[in-house]
């Protein structure tokens, strides 16, 4: 928290971007013998209150000094490079955003900001007090922590099945010690862990994807049918990056996050990648911000707010699943995760690799402009075959109908089903229409039901209570008539079509 050192020639006021939705910077006030240069992150007093923010270079107004509040403190975190306040300009600009909201993605965790201090925890004693009563909640917790290191309240608690309060009384009898929580750990990928074998097709786009790291800015569609090891080919990228002592960002859904995604890292690399999500804690955010900062996490795999990092040292970034509307952000700032990081990794002149088994439209109008370089990967690896898609023609093969009503299943799927069965194996049908049908008619007048508040048309539910229409755009819901509210023809509705209810109902 100490500020550098001055020279003689540093400037006595500086413009500060505020994390706020305010569309200009502010002019403070440099203490004597400080210094506080452009990207250099400073806590400044905001309307009776005081914000960590960014230094944004020379002031360049005239305000009376006597209006001037000075700066409090300067972070001993890196400050923002001149590349990142390129990129936050660009997205203020192209967003049409307030540059303050855009820096306040930037700036997530004012935690991280603040001086470090070690996170207390407990620890078990060598002996328990002498005097101390023994019970059950005191006897689960003394032996939770038998050769466990210092954790947290909480974790004791939560080991032990008890409350924190439990856990705090054994601290203060004795029990338990005081004990310093270690800071979380980023253990260095190693590149050469457990290099993959690839096949011809993919050591090919590895060896072009390794090619462009290190050689400024590009962007490159990795176009691969599902099994064809996109994941595996832009793997060696990130090791090109990890050689080259830079640090890799890839980019995914947070719903394509999962354990397997990081299990095949871990694998390949020895060590799990930094994550950064809407499910990770408070202190967890704190500590991958520090040490995506400090150049101390090396690989990072986040959904679309991790674009917004700062990285000590970038060498290239993955969008993964490049298709998926999940990357867009529709509160805030409004912007498009993978467009945004195009522009990144064109301030940061490094490589872009977009991976997808079915890419964007805009993607592909890209690659076919030349703008984006292309790598196809058509087949899958190690031999593995695509499963066998048949369509089948309901025109040629109708279904058959029930005794009181039509079937809607065609006989070869009924076979096809029938067969899997037998085999003791699984089906799954799908069908994305909830309910009993979508479509509720009059027989003698054709008037459809439909929502009265947004107009959209009911869809029919059936259980042991009767039937009900519901709108699943706002929740109205209402029991079916048993009058048309046009003609007045009394038990003349029909459902129309098949929702999944109406399928369970064919044996």
Known sequence: MNPLHATSAAPDRVAVRVPLPVGSDYTYKVPEGWSVPPGALVRVPVSGRELWAAAWGAADDDLPEARLKPVRAVSDMPPLSEAMRRFVDWVAEYTLSPPGAVLKMVLPVPAALEPEISASGVVRAKVWPEGLRRTGARERIWARLEDAGPMSVAEAARRAGVGDGAVRGLLEAGALLPAALPRERFDAPDPEAAP????????????????RVGAGYSVTLLDGVTGSGKTEVYFEAIAAALRAGRQALVLVPEIALTAQWLERFARRFGTAPAIWHSGITPAQRRDTWRAIARGEAQVLVGARSALFLPFADLGL???DEEHEQ????????????RDMAVVRAHVEAIPLVLASATPSLETLANARAGRYATLTLPTRHGGAELPTVKLVDLRETPPEPLPGGRNWLAPPLVAAMAETLEKGEQSLLYLNRRGYAPLTLCRACGHRLQCPHCTAWLVEHRDRRGSRLQCHHCGYATPLPETCPSCGAEESFVACGPGVERIAEER
Request: aromatic fraction near 6%; charge should be negative.
């Open 317 to 319: 970034i993955v969008v």
């Open 196 to 211: 993959p074998v690839l096949g011809p097709e993919q050591a090919a786009a590895a060896a072009e994807l390794r090619g």
């Open 326 to 337: 999940a990357f867009k952000q529709e509160d805030g700032v409004l912007y498009h995760g």
